[in-house]
């Protein structure tokens, strides 16, 4: 006697055989940043995420592109990206912090899923405000999880880009500052990835 396969099971064999022939039982990482894309120390760089701390970010950010932005120092000719940034440890242990990788690793896939670069006029005084940013992070900062910018004895990232920039008598945020007040989180006077990009002083370099 032949006994038919319940609907349900059936759906949920075909998905599995789908995403097993498509490639999608998971992402293959990946740097997102395009190659023809020349990185100069002080660039401001955004990324969107896909975890649910990103999510929360950009839900907070009246639904912002970005949950993550970092800066472009030189590191003995090659870029890096300075930014501080939770849940992403290099090792068992490592804790949250200011951090200095490479920019594939800062684009993986595995990361994000949207980047932009931008860029001020001024490439010297860009040069100053990686340099300070450099500084941060050689100093072992950790990462700011109360979202205070009144010390920089820790730091989240927008905290981090401003800093630096401010440094060198360039803030980029105009001063805007928001409350957060979502379940759960209740911030008060953050910065925003999306201040940067409404910054007159930065232009688009590139969005992918």
């Known amino acids: 006697m032949t006994v038919n396969m319940p609907l349900i099971h059936r759906v949920m064999v075909l998905a599995v055989s789908c995403a097993a022939l498509c490639g999608c039982a998971g992402p293959k990482e990946g740097s997102i940043l395009p190659h023809d894309v020349r990185l100069r120390p002080g660039d401001v760089v955004f990324r969107s995420g896909h975890g ?10 009246n639904g912002g592109t970005y949950s993550h932005v970092g800066i472009v120092a030189d590191s003995a000719g090659v870029p890096v990206i ?19 990788e490479r ?6 896939s595995v990361n994000a899923g949207a980047g932009r670069v931008m860029r001020i006029a001024d490439s010297g005084v860009a040069a100053r405000a990686s340099r300070v940013a450099v500084a941060v992070y050689m100093r072992g900062t950790g990462f700011d999880h109360d979202y205070d910018e009144s010390d920089t004895v820790r730091m989240y990232c927008c905290e981090l880009v401003e800093h630096a920039y401010s440094e060198v008598g360039m803030p980029l945020t105009g001063g805007r500052r928001h409350n957060v007040d979502l379940p759960g989180l209740r911030y008060r006077n953050v910065i925003y990835p999306s201040d940067f990009i409404r910054s007159s002083a930065l232009r688009t370099v590139s969005e992918f």
Do not use: I, N, Q, Y
């Open 52 to 61: 649910l701390t990103s999510r929360a970010v950009m839900l907070a950010d």
């Open 103 to 108: 920019p594939d690793k800062f684009f993986s």
């Open 82 to 100: 300075v930014h501080a940034v939770p849940d992403e440890p290099d090792f068992p242990g490592d804790s949250d912090r200011v951090k200095m």
